[in-house]
């Protein structure tokens, strides 16, 4: 372990962090317009079954048939199912960069996160996200909701770690506030450039990352 830090541990969800948002806000909203359906509808039929699916009660071909498919429509299952997963992209720069802290500082990189068990696990595989991630603390694995700080303490326990050396990275606020309420120290991440430049302070840095980053920024 690089003495520099005293973090051995990240904790990053997937969408809008390595990934794009997967079945997010946005691209339900996307998808409401590609395939001619009620925005409204949808998202308050997403509500409700949503942590059922993510729980494993329901399986995603279940889950359509609750949030699109509960009338005939003109496509089929698996077409709006190709798009869910087809809208899946890596933030190749962020990846990249995880990567390198991970071998440079030997950290322990863990997921946390709510995802369906099939796109969980697609986008596992498809990313090869295994391949440097872990530990998968997934809704759809351990039945326990992002928000609440249960599924932190299990990370936690499952990581061996204390709170002081671990560092948790995710785009929402509120699960940011829970992290910073148990005394994980958190940044709300919103790009590459500002989650890497708040990473600096922490001790998490690699060599001539400042001035990698200020070439960025003139790009």
Same mark, same amino acid.
């Given at each position: 372990?690089?003495?520099?830090?005293? $973090?051995?541990?990240?904790?990053?969800?997937?969408?809008?962090?390595?990934?794009?948002?997967?079945?997010? #806000?946005?691209?339900? $909203?996307?998808?409401?317009?590609?395939?001619?359906?009620?925005?409204? /509808?949808? @998202?308050?039929?997403?509500?409700?079954? !949503?942590?059922?699916? @993510?729980? !494993?009660?329901?399986?995603?071909?279940?889950?359509?048939?609750?949030?699109?498919?509960? /009338?005939? !429509?003109?496509?089929?299952?698996?077409?709006?199912? @190709?798009?869910?997963?087809?809208?899946?992209?890596?933030?190749? !720069?962020?990846?990249?960069?995880? #990567?390198?802290?991970? /071998?440079?500082?030997?950290?322990?990189?863990?997921?946390? $996160?709510?995802?369906?068990?099939?796109?969980?696990?697609?986008?596992?595989?498809?990313?090869?996200?295994?391949?440097?991630?872990?530990?998968?603390?997934?809704?759809?694995?351990?039945?326990?909701?992002?928000?609440?700080?249960?599924?932190?303490?299990?990370?936690?326990?499952?990581?061996?770690?204390?709170?002081?050396?671990?560092?948790?990275?995710?785009?929402?606020?509120?699960?940011?506030?829970?992290?910073?309420?148990?005394?994980?120290?958190?940044?709300?991440?919103?790009?590459?450039?500002?989650?890497? @430049?708040?990473?600096?302070?922490?001790?998490?840095?690699?060599?001539?990352?400042?001035?990698?980053?200020?070439?960025?920024?003139?790009?």
């Amino acid at each position: 372990m690089d003495q520099s830090t005293s $973090n051995t541990t990240l904790f990053l969800d997937i969408g809008a962090v390595l990934l794009s948002n997967g079945w997010g #806000q946005e691209t339900r $909203n996307l998808a409401a317009e590609t395939f001619y359906l009620n925005e409204q /509808e949808m @998202e308050s039929r997403h509500l409700t079954n !949503r942590v059922r699916h @993510e729980d !494993r009660e329901l399986t995603l071909s279940e889950y359509l048939n609750q949030v699109v498919f509960y /009338e005939k !429509r003109s496509f089929t299952s698996d077409q709006f199912s @190709e798009f869910m997963f087809r809208h899946a992209i890596p933030n190749g !720069r962020m990846i990249e960069f995880i #990567q390198q802290l991970k /071998e440079h500082y030997r950290l322990k990189i863990t997921i946390i $996160n709510n995802e369906g068990r099939v796109m969980n696990e697609y986008l596992i595989k498809k990313f090869k996200l295994n391949q440097f991630i872990d530990f998968f603390i997934s809704s759809c694995f351990v039945h326990c909701d992002q928000s609440e700080t249960d599924v932190l303490r299990l990370a936690l326990n499952v990581t061996h770690i204390q709170t002081e050396h671990a560092v948790y990275v995710d785009d929402i606020q509120s699960f940011v506030d829970v992290a910073k309420s148990m005394g994980i120290k958190s940044i709300r991440h919103k790009n590459h450039l500002s989650t890497s @430049e708040v990473l600096i302070p922490l001790g998490l840095k690699m060599k001539n990352q400042k001035k990698s980053l200020q070439l960025i920024a003139e790009y």
